[in-house]
């Protein structure tokens, strides 16, 4: 495994991309691919996410088989990490509480958040969203359909010129529900998994 970058203030620059992952798909990780390779991170962490308090969970696969398709998906590339640290969080979880967590167990890294611009439109929705803002860095990619605008006075959020990956898990799941052949989708290293035989 290669070494990461330890950068001046001797912390790790772990990206946060949290999500429900229902399935992971090569958008997910074309943007993490991006993120750490342009946009100045030494690492990614994607938090497999069991419950998102704005959305439904009644389509949700299960926590640890969605956790195990991230760890293949991944697998090869030193830069990616998967954690199920909010399998251990009180449910629903919320982002501050996760980044607290994270803080309090891994001193040696500076956590930033990572979130689509559809999200940031209504951070206001989002528990404790002034301190999630003002305590941590945020990188904002682009979403097709909204504005990104970031007040002056928030130097530690930036929006990043990713490319713009239009592609949804719910477009996975209906199109393989439909019979379609979605191969180029998923990653390689989970397309022909048992569980989507059942989508």
Not at 121 to 137: D, F, G, Q, V
């Amino acid at each position: 495994m290669e070494e990461t970058t330890v950068k001046e203030n001797n912390k790790l620059k772990t990206g946060i991309f949290s999500g429900s992952f229902n399935p992971v798909h090569i958008g997910h990780l074309a943007l993490a691919n991006w993120l750490c390779e342009f946009a100045g991170l030494d690492e990614l962490w994607f938090v497999i996410t069991p419950h998102n308090p704005l959305k439904d969970r009644s389509n949700l696969m299960d926590d640890r088989l969605r956790l195990e398709l991230v760890e293949a998906a991944i697998a090869g590339y030193a830069k990616f990490r998967a954690s199920d640290i909010e399998f251990t969080l009180p449910q629903p979880t919320y982002t501050i509480d996760t980044l607290r967590t994270l803080d309090r167990t891994y001193p040696d890294r500076e956590f930033h958040f990572i979130m689509g611009a559809d999200n940031w439109s209504s951070i206001n929705r989002w528990k404790e969203s002034e301190t999630l803002i003002t305590s941590y860095p945020i990188l904002i990619y682009p979403r097709k359909g909204y504005e990104i605008n970031i007040p002056d006075n928030l130097p530690d959020i930036r929006k990043v010129d990713a490319p713009l990956m239009e592609i949804s898990s719910t477009f996975i799941r209906e199109s393989l529900a439909a019979g379609k052949d979605i191969r180029f989708f998923l990653p390689e290293a989970i397309r022909n998994h048992k569980c989507f035989s059942n989508i």
